[in-house]
C-alpha cells in the first residue's frame, strides 16, 4: 500500500476538484476537517451520509462560486479562532479582506489571525482564501510555500470566485 493509499484511509469521502482534491473527514454526524489534498489523491466514494453531504455541497460550490454551504462542523478550535472563523464567514464571494483588517474586527494582530486561518478545520465552507496580505496574496492553508500547491489552490479560489487579478501573482515579496 503506497502513502497516497494509506493517507486516503484517513478520509471518508475524497472529492477531485478543479484544484487537486479535498478530503472530507466525518466523526458521528458532523464534518471533523476538510483537508486540501494534491490531485494525485484518487477519488474516493463518501462513507457515510455526512460525508455524502459533504461531497455534494463540494462540487456545487465549483460549479457555482455563490453556493452557500450548510454543512454540520464539529464544534473545534478555541474561541478565538472560532471568532476568526466567524468573521471570515462574513466576507461576501468576490471580496476580500487583508490580514490587518480582520485582526482590527477581531481586536488582534495580523499575525495571530494569519495562524488562525493556518488552523481553520474547514477551508472553502470558512473561506480563509478570501484573507490576504496587505500587499499580495499572503500564505495560505498553514503553509509558507510560496508559489507551491496551496497558494494554487488560493489563486484557483480566488478566480472562481470573480477576483483574477489575484490569479497571476506568484509571491508577495517581504
Request: charge should be neutral; include cysteine; aromatic fraction near 10%.
Amino acid at each position: 500500500m503506497t502513502k497516497t493509499q494509506q493517507a486516503s484511509e484517513l478520509f471518508a469521502a475524497i472529492v477531485p476538484t478543479p484544484f487537486g482534491a479535498l478530503g472530507i473527514r466525518t466523526g458521528g454526524a458532523v464534518i471533523t476537517e476538510l483537508v486540501y489534498l494534491p490531485p494525485s489523491f484518487d477519488e474516493k466514494a463518501p462513507q457515510d451520509g455526512v460525508a455524502e453531504q459533504a461531497a455534494a455541497q463540494v462540487l456545487r460550490y465549483c460549479d457555482d462560486p455563490d453556493f452557500r454551504f450548510d454543512l454540520p462542523l464539529a464544534q473545534v478550535g478555541s474561541e478565538f479562532q472560532r471568532k476568526v472563523w466567524a468573521t471570515i464567514s462574513a466576507i461576501p464571494r468576490g471580496e476580500v479582506r487583508t490580514y490587518g483588517e480582520v485582526a482590527k474586527h477581531v481586536g488582534s494582530m495580523p499575525r495571530a489571525v494569519g495562524q488562525a486561518c493556518g488552523a481553520n478545520y474547514f477551508p472553502l465552507v470558512v473561506p480563509c482564501h478570501r484573507v490576504t496580505g496587505a500587499q499580495g496574496l499572503g500564505g495560505f492553508a498553514g503553509s509558507d510555500d510560496r508559489n507551491g500547491f496551496t497558494l494554487n489552490v488560493k489563486r484557483w479560489l480566488l478566480a472562481h470566485e470573480g477576483l483574477r487579478e489575484y490569479a497571476w501573482q506568484q509571491t508577495t515579496l517581504l
